[in-house]
């Protein structure tokens, strides 16, 4: 074969632009054994292709049975999922509904002084708001006094 043949292929292959019928005369010419020495460098390429060509795939495919068992077992973890959050709720709720009885008294004068704390421990947290917002308010005052507004 012409050498200036061969790399003019050669050139067209690694810019993508060879038929079919140049890429097997180029395969053709790199399987015989009197290749240019400059060119030996892509003999081990165009093998490494007629070798792989010959491969067959002989991977065994595993049946289905695998996906309908991990439905199974993801419809049973959904299961004991639901039983957790279920058997969680009932204990909790449980708890709850005897805590609602705190904070009620059986007699009425106990009752009574107990509203009065509350009221009065109420009382004094809103005279001291109270008092914040008049420093607010004198304040106001100063600064109109100011500007003259």
């Known amino acids: 074969m012409d ?9 067209k292959y690694f810019q993508g632009g060879t038929s079919i019928a140049e890429e097997q005369e180029l395969r053709k010419y790199f399987s015989s054994s009197n ?11 165009f093998g490494y292709f007629s070798l792989v060509k010959k491969e067959e ?3 065994e495919i595993l049946p289905q049975t695998k996906k309908y068992n991990l439905a199974w077992l993801s419809i049973a973890a959904s299961v004991v999922v639901l039983l957790g ?8 709720n449980n708890k709850a509904n005897q805590n609602q009885d705190l904070g009620t008294y059986d007699d009425p004068e106990v009752a009574y002084r107990e509203t009065q704390k509350a009221l ?12 914040s917002v008049q420093y ?3 304040y106001q005052n100063s600064k109109n006094l100011i500007f003259k507004q």
């Open 35 to 45: 290749v240019l020495p400059h060119l030996e460098q892509y003999k081990p390429l």
């Open 3 to 11: 050498c200036n043949n061969i790399e003019e292929l050669l050139e």
């Open 136 to 138: 607010v308010q004198e």
């Open 57 to 59: 795939f002989e991977r």
């Open 120 to 131: 009065a421990l109420l009382s004094n947290h809103v005279n001291v708001g109270i008092e």
């Open 85 to 92: 959050i279920g058997t969680y709720v009932y204990l909790n």
